[in-house]
T-cell receptor, first 113, second 112 residues
């Protein structure tokens, strides 16, 4: 399974864009990049995922580099409620029915007022 | 819409006791997962079930057993609890290998 590397913590001012980087240099061609977040020990919440094209939804944008070795999650207008641990995950799946979702240590995003 | 429901929410066990953590989802998902999260750490996969009738080990399966009772339910059993199993346990489900996983609110287990 490809591993991910994220900074342990980041700060962002309220109302500004939060850009969270993730390195996944060993990603395989059929592996997706997923982002989840966990607010104060609640169950993790899905944010967005992508394969090689940039993706956008109501929560965030995901920018994946052309070589797919890194990606950036963008929260366009961060609020205090976005303070959470953000996990970048490369989803491993094989030819059969296996479907692992392996979490790393994530980035603690602290949105400052 | 309940989503993923875990029971109990809190539990205290004595060393050597056994217990089963229950998880049920009402989204007709094929895949289900059990994770543990220790203080200040990320989630670690214990076991997963890609579909009804199948289970596979994750990163930290030792000391645990699982049962995929039916498509809806996936239980995690501790046969002889140890203090090292003190953790928050999360259950999750997803429709298939490509779709997002939905998590329960967790079971906080303390083994004394």
């Amino acid at each position: 399974d490809a591993k991910t590397t994220q900074p342990p913590s980041m700060d962002c001012a309220e109302g500004r864009a939060a850009n969270l980087p993730c390195n996944h240099s060993t990603i395989s061609g059929n592996e997706y990049v997923y982002w989840y977040r966990q607010i104060h020990s609640q169950g993790p919440q899905y944010i967005i995922h992508g394969l090689k094209n940039n993706e956008t939804n109501e929560m965030a944008s995901l920018i994946i580099t052309e070589d797919r070795k890194s990606s950036t999650l963008i929260l366009p207008h961060a609020t205090l409620r976005d303070t959470a641990v953000y996990y970048c995950i490369v989803r491993a799946f094989y030819g059969g029915a296996t479907n692992k979702l392996i979490f790393g240590t994530g980035t603690l995003l602290a949105v400052q007022p | 819409n309940a989503g993923v429901t875990q029971t109990p929410k809190f539990q205290v066990l004595k060393t050597g006791q056994s217990m089963t953590l229950q998880c049920a989802q009402d989204m007709n998902h094929n895949s289900m997962y059990w994770y543990r999260q220790d203080p200040g750490m990320g989630l670690r996969l214990i076991y997963y079930s890609a579909s009804e009738g199948t289970t596979d080990k994750g990163e930290v399966p030792n000391g645990y057993n699982v049962s995929r009772l039916n498509k809806r339910e996936f239980s995690l059993r501790l046969e002889s609890a140890a203090p090292s199993q003190t953790s928050v346990y999360f259950c999750a489900s997803s429709e298939d290998r490509y779709t997002e996983a939905f998590f329960g609110q967790g079971t906080r287990l303390t083994v004394v």
